[in-house]
């Protein structure tokens, strides 16, 4: 039996309709406003409207008044399905709904709501019933910014209201709190601190890694290489940059070139690779294969480059060039189901152990796409079919797969209750038949092998981005850059400090000696600053004794300690890879 979890259609109604009182609240106060859509997002929803005075701040409660207002009166949200000609009478003088209304398909019902008897917008809905479901809605204006009409920088800027919307207050003022809790964590504001990467206004977009930052990226990737090794993976690199003809014959071109950077190489178009999966396809078909070669697990750390908007980027989390942590299985019909059962217990693993909890999402096939509709089922059957076997919950993301096959998507909460979409498997049976992939079957004939695209991380940038916010910079032992800081308290420790920073370092250990003539409480407070896990405190004490005392995070304070007994904690802290 199918296992599924539908999405909350009841808060995403609840937020539409508070999007239509938002945008009467708009017309109430400023009835010179011309409205263009209002839809329901993540956490709320947004008005964009077309008004020459500017909608500031200090007007916010005012606006929220206004909505509280209309709530409380009980009014009604009510369907009516018009001509497109009344359509465009009643929405005469309004640019933007006239040219929403000339869009509609030919034959396509065109509905209306009304809400009250002054109020009456061009939408498909649904809505509530009457506003009296909205009295207990919490709801909260946050935020103006300017927004092109359509998302066309050639087009009107209009001004984008946007408010929170939940179910209770509480909701809100979880929400809210989160919030507050993320500006601390922002990966943009610890990355500068920790000496982690830097963004240079001579590459916006893309990150440039400091000394710590490349510790905590390459131990990601030997923890990536362990595992792949162990389930039978062997990694490839190819080429930053192809021909203009691969990227055709893979489909990219057609549906993606408006993201690639392009340049003329002996008068051929070449294209810097957006993803890697048209290189891994090259080393497939370099050798041939027979049935038992497969399945062929390819893995690749590709850096790939995507032409991102300047205002998307962030950080770490949204970059112009990025390396994923790519892999390709090729693979006969029958062993479908079982790979993607490998395949979401390596995901799994990978979530397990940094303390990640995660929900799934199988996206459909997407109206831009390419393929058979016989294709297409049974590539989504084949999903499902897993996910099922697997016991796990999973939302259905109707027309949201890739252009070439339905996908998996998972989704992990990090630790303030965020969600980020990292890894994904995609069922791929359109570029084995567009570059002509073989192998030799049992029966000793020619077939068509099936493709499996997956990352796990998603993008080695994106997810130390997550695990910077997750962690608040605070890594655990085996990933953070700096281990173990040695403070003397006074110079006459110094000598025992460097023998124990020798120690620490002939066993592999990530540690340093702050013999700086400073006061030990300023060492201590820049130690914490820097997210070190373990600072040793020595004084004259431990010298005489030959002891150490540490301070762990966590309020962690112990004296008269043994530097053996706490090597071999910590190197055993590092060797399970402990959170």
Known sequence: ????????????????????????????????????????????????????????????PVIEKKMREI??????????????????????????????????????????????DDFVDLCRGPHVGSTRELQNAAFKIHAVNGAYWRGNENNKMLQRVYAYGFKTKAD??????????????????????????????????????LPNGMIVRNLLIDYWRDLHTKAGYKEISTPIMLSQHLWQTSGHWDHYK?????????????????????????VYK??????????????????????????????????????????????????????????VKLIDEVYSLFGFKYNVELSTRPENSMGSDEDWEMATDALRSALDELNLDYVVNEGDGAFYGPKIDFHLTDAIGRTWQCGTIQLDFQLPQRFELEYTGEDGAKHRPIMIH???????????????????????????????????????????????????????????LDDRNEKVGYKIREAATMKIPYQIIIGDEEVANQTISIRGRGNENKSGLKLADFVERILQEVKTRKI
């Open 71 to 116: 709530i409380n009166k009980g009014e009604k949200f009510e369907r009516k399905v018009v001509s497109r000609e009344e359509a465009a009478k009643l929405f005469e003088g309004n640019e933007y709904k006239e040219e929403l209304i000339r869009e509609l398909p030919e034959g396509e019902e065109i509905s209306l709501y009304y809400l009250g």
């Open 258 to 282: 408006n993201n690639m950077y392009t340049t003329k190489i002996d008068d051929t178009l070449f294209a810097i690779k957006p993803m890697n999966c048209p290189g891994g396809i090259l």
């Open 172 to 209: 809100l003022a979880q929400h809210v709190a989160m919030l507050e809790e993320a500006k601390k964590r922002d990966n943009r504001k610890l990355g500068k601190e920790l000496e982690l990467f830097m963004i240079s206004p001579e590459g916006p977009g893309f990150p440039f890694y």
């Open 454 to 512: 997956r990352v796990v991380y998603g993008s080695i940038e994106r997810f130390m981005g997550i695990l910077i916010e997750h962690f608040a910079g605070a890594f655990p032992v085996w990933l953070a850059p700096e281990q173990v800081r040695i403070l003397p308290i006074t110079d006459r420790a110094n000598e025992y400090g460097s023998k124990i920073l020798a120690q620490l370092q002939s066993v592999g250990l990530r540690a340093s």
């Open 286 to 343: 370099n050798s041939p294969h027979s049935y038992r070669d497969l399945p062929l697990r390819v893995g690749e750390l590709g850096l790939v480059h995507r032409h991102e908007k300047s205002g998307e980027l962030g950080g770490l989390l949204r970059v112009r060039c990025f390396t994923q942590d790519d892999a390709h299985i090729f693979m006969t019909p029958a062993q479908i189901k079982g790979e993607i059962k490998n395949v």
């Open 1 to 60: 039996m199918e296992k599924k979890i539908e999405k909350d259609e009841k808060l995403f109604t609840m937020r539409h309709s508070l999007a239509h009182v938002l945008a009467k609240a708009l017309m109430s106060l400023h009835p010179k406003t011309k409205l263009t859509i209002g839809p329901a997002i993540e956490d709320g929803f947004y008005y964009d409207i077309d008004l020459d005075e500017s909608i500031l701040p200090e007007e916010f």
